[in-house]
């Protein structure tokens, strides 16, 4: 089967580059980041056929090339994720309270005194900032760069005005602005209020609201066969720029990824009101989920590849990367939106062009065929690939077909599930 074949020839010369790639930023990124540098070596293992083969012998679990590919995905977002950001600024809130000595609470109303007993020396243009919050545990940052949880004591600062944001999960986020002279000493201390929903009903700003896509009476029948807790902490800038005191303040980020079987003979339409459906169903079932993404597929065997009909995205803005502490903590859903990647088959598939259960049999045990000839391959051969025909002819001898028509049948299973 030729275009199986070359296929397999492509992979392999795909895993090489991108391998040796991982490997190269695993180099470059060591200084940087260990973390990040080790995550990029994994990955590289991983890609890496010869490498990869002997990591299957000696962990004795065998990876199917989707199952590889979403593995090194996961590890290279991981690893990106743990590089040093240009960029680490937190941006709480877009309001600002000009403070001027001298400062007061935050009633208004006792004056915020600078301590007497404690002499602080400064050098010129410098100032002091001691912050403190009620209560303590928040995380500080000071025109935009991370100072820690407060209290904070003793902060050198430049002669000038400072934005200081504050925030604390559960509670109302703060952004006040100060100005410092040259030696002075300022002590900021704030009380945070309770973070309270707009909404009396705190049930129903979890709600999932429909789009235009969705028609309850299009939806169709439909069956989780797989379920994935995916949650990590809201995270606003990589990981690598957080302390290890301001993860533990972040709120959690629950994710869900479910995968579900759906008739192949769905519409488009029918399609995506069945995915929001799914999303519904489970986000009114546990309020806290905050981001959802589904999988459809039109047979159970195949859930553990990439989906064949369809998926849906719920998720701020219709982007995972908008999730913030502040909607992570008020399940404010107001600005989420389904995202919708539907195969082009969906809704035009010919009787001729979907495969019968015989044909996925035999593809089926192509491909156990394949993987299990992967096992002999010559590691020290860079280019060595298992042999297609040797293959297919134990597939057409096993089932009593010829090799052109077991090659047939391989090339519509692909077509059918990449379409």
């Known amino acids: 089967m030729h275009g199986i074949a070359s296929k397999g020839k492509k992979n392999t010369i795909v895993r090489w580059l991108f391998g040796i790639?991982?490997?190269?930023?695993?180099?470059?990124?060591?200084?940087?980041?260990?973390?990040?540098?080790?995550?990029?070596?994994?990955?590289?293992?991983?890609?890496?056929?010869?490498?990869?083969?002997?990591?299957?012998?000696?962990?004795?679990?065998?990876?199917?090339?989707?199952?590889?590919?979403?593995?090194?995905?996961?590890?290279?977002?991981?690893?990106?994720?743990?590089?040093?950001?240009?960029?680490?600024?937190?941006?709480?809130n877009n309001s600002t309270d000009t403070i001027v000595a001298p400062l007061t609470s935050a009633n208004d109303t006792t004056p915020i005194s600078e301590p007497a007993s404690t002499v602080v020396t400064t050098p010129d243009n410098k100032g002091i900032l001691d912050i403190e919050t009620s209560p303590t545990g928040a995380v500080v940052t000071v025109d935009g760069v991370s100072r820690g949880l407060s209290p904070v004591k003793g902060l050198s600062v430049d002669e000038g005005k400072h934005v200081i944001d504050l925030y604390l999960s559960g509670y109302n986020p703060k952004s006040l602005t100060v100005y410092v002279t040259n030696s002075d000493t300022k002590t900021i201390s704030w009380t945070f209020t309770p973070y309270v929903s707009p909404d009396p009903t705190p049930t129903e700003t979890s709600e999932v609201t429909p789009t235009n896509d969705y028609d309850s009476s299009l939806v169709k029948n439909y069956d989780v066969i797989?379920?994935?807790?995916?949650?990590?902490?809201?995270?606003?800038?990589?990981?690598?720029?957080?302390?290890?005191?301001?993860?533990?303040?972040?709120?959690?980020?629950?994710?869900?990824?479910?995968?579900?079987?759906?008739?192949?003979?769905?519409?488009?339409?029918?399609?995506?009101?069945?995915?929001?459906?799914?999303?519904?169903?489970?986000?009114?079932?546990?309020?806290?989920?905050?981001?959802?993404?589904?999988?459809?597929?039109?047979?159970?065997?195949?859930?553990?590849?990439?989906?064949?009909?369809?998926?849906?995205?719920?998720?701020?803005?219709?982007?995972?990367?908008?999730?913030?502490?502040?909607?992570?903590?008020?399940?404010?859903?107001?600005s989420y939106q389904f995202i919708f990647d539907i195969k082009d088959k969906v809704g035009n598939v010919d009787a001729s062009d979907s495969p019968t259960e015989r044909e996925y049999e035999i593809y089926n045990y192509y491909e156990k065929c394949y993987d299990a000839a992967w096992d002999n391959i010559d590691l020290s051969d860079p280019t060595a690939t298992p042999d297609e025909d040797l293959i297919m002819e134990e597939v057409a001898k096993k089932y009593g077909i010829t090799k052109e028509e077991a090659s047939r049948i391989c090339d519509k299973v692909v077509i059918y599930k990449i379409s």
């Open 21 to 92: 790639l991982f490997l190269l930023l695993s180099i470059t990124s060591i200084s940087s980041s260990f973390i990040a540098a080790l995550l990029f070596l994994l990955a590289g293992i991983i890609s890496i056929p010869p490498t990869a083969a002997q990591l299957d012998r000696k962990s004795n679990f065998k990876m199917s090339g989707t199952v590889r590919f979403f593995v090194v995905f996961i590890i290279v977002m991981f690893a990106s994720a743990a590089l040093p950001s240009a960029d680490s600024t937190i941006e709480l």
């Open 226 to 334: 797989e379920e994935n807790d995916i949650s990590m902490k809201a995270l606003t800038k990589s990981l690598s720029a957080y302390t290890t005191e301001e993860l533990n303040s972040l709120p959690l980020n629950t994710r869900k990824e479910y995968r579900v079987v759906i008739s192949p003979d769905v519409s488009k339409e029918e399609l995506k009101s069945t995915l929001i459906q799914v999303v519904m169903d489970k986000t009114s079932a546990n309020s806290d989920i905050d981001e959802v993404v589904v999988f459809a597929y039109d047979r159970k065997e195949d859930v553990d590849d990439a989906f064949t009909l369809g998926k849906v995205e719920w998720c701020p803005n219709g982007d995972w990367g908008s999730m913030t502490p502040e909607i992570a903590s008020s399940n404010d859903r107001s």
